[in-house]
């Protein structure tokens, strides 16, 4: 019957199918237990390490994950910490205090700079001639008395009225020298030398209080400057002392790097690993996924389907069912008794 043919071949494709189903999830657990395995061995597995100065602590999960990594100082050098701290604490206040040990500094600073620009007021011409009146001024009552006393001694001697010595103009147009006694004249002439030597003095006292005024202000840098590098030099033996407990910190800190270090390193070793369990598994499942997938029974059935002579025979056993229920008795009498429609005799 072809019912029979149809049905056969529909069984031995879902048989087929069942067979193909379970063949891939086989595979596909085999693929994930290769994943698992590969996994597994590239895991990041830190190593406890312990020193003279401290000592790691890794936690790991129930699933084998890192979940908290940490490390402690020896007791040893912990103890040095703590003395530490407490000089640490000294020192700091020291270097907060600083400011206002230094402050004076800014004090005089600010004086040294507006006492420079009064110097810095004026050119060195302005200060020369201001020197020279000074020292004129300074000058001038032992003068005046140097004079009287030369006119007292010239009119005792009967010679107040005595002018010799007179000069004629100068090439340059200016007067020349007037007549007088020979006293009064060398009493001038030791004034104007007097002056000239003066005149030498304050052309260099200007220039000296321009310097010294500019001097001035270099004074007060220098001083804003020991302003600052006190203040950082109190602060310097907290600094130092703050070196020495980082120093101590990651001495105690040696352990967990070195742990993790290795715990890389170990990582990387089982990835290798890793990828050759992979690849294994992987070449495993696909191999086994076809063998897997065959099912005899099911490819029996298939082929039985589509065989010409399986065909002739479902016809043949449709054919007697029909002779038995169409036979001389059947009510529409179209066939003899015992005769069977060609149609259903036939087994191409």
């Not at 189903?21 to 990041?44: G, H, I, L, P, V």
């Not at 020197?131 to 032992?142: G, V």
């Not at 025979?313 to 029909?322: D, I, T």
């Amino acid at each position: 019957m072809p019912w029979i043919v149809a049905g056969g071949a529909l069984v031995g494709g879902l048989m087929a199918g069942e067979s193909a189903k379970s063949a891939a999830e086989t595979s596909a657990n085999a693929q994930r237990e290769a994943a698992q395995m590969a996994a597994d061995a590239s895991r990041f597995r830190p190593v406890g390490v312990t020193t003279r100065y401290g000592a790691s602590q890794f936690q790991v999960g129930p699933d084998g994950n890192l979940i908290s990594a940490g490390y402690n100082v020896s007791p040893e050098y912990q103890a040095y910490q703590q003395q530490l701290s407490g000089l640490m604490g000294q020192q700091i206040q020291q270097g907060l205090g600083a400011q206002q040990q230094y402050a004076p500094l800014t004090s005089a600073a600010g004086g040294l700079f507006n006492l420079g620009q009064q110097y810095l007021a004026q050119t060195p011409e302005q200060a020369a001639q201001k020197y020279m009146e000074q020292q004129q001024n300074l000058l001038a009552p032992s003068r005046e008395r140097q004079f009287a006393q030369l006119q007292n001694q010239l009119f005792q001697t009967g010679r107040g009225g005595l002018s010799v010595g007179a000069t004629g103009a100068r090439p340059s147009g200016a007067q020349g020298l007037g007549a007088t006694t020979p006293e009064m004249e060398a009493y001038y002439n030791a004034l104007a030398q007097q002056d000239a030597a003066l005149a030498a003095q304050a052309t260099q006292a200007g220039q000296q209080q321009t310097a010294f005024g500019a001097g001035l202000f270099g004074t007060g840098a220098n001083l804003l400057g020991s302003y600052q590098q006190g203040q950082v030099g109190a602060l310097s033996p907290f600094q130092s002392t703050l070196g020495i407990q980082s120093g101590i910190e990651q001495l105690g800190q040696q352990p967990l790097t070195l742990g993790a270090g290795l715990g890389g390193q170990a990582a990387a070793y089982g990835a290798g690993a890793g990828r050759f369990l992979y690849g294994g598994g992987m070449g495993a499942a696909g191999t086994m996924q076809e063998a897997n997938a065959y099912n005899p029974y099911a490819s029996a059935l298939i082929s039985a389907s589509t065989n010409p002579q399986a065909k002739g025979l479902g016809n043949w056993m449709q054919g007697q069912a029909l002779n038995a229920q169409y036979g001389s008795e059947n009510v529409y009498g179209k066939y003899g008794k015992g005769t069977v429609p060609t149609e259903y005799t036939s087994f191409d």
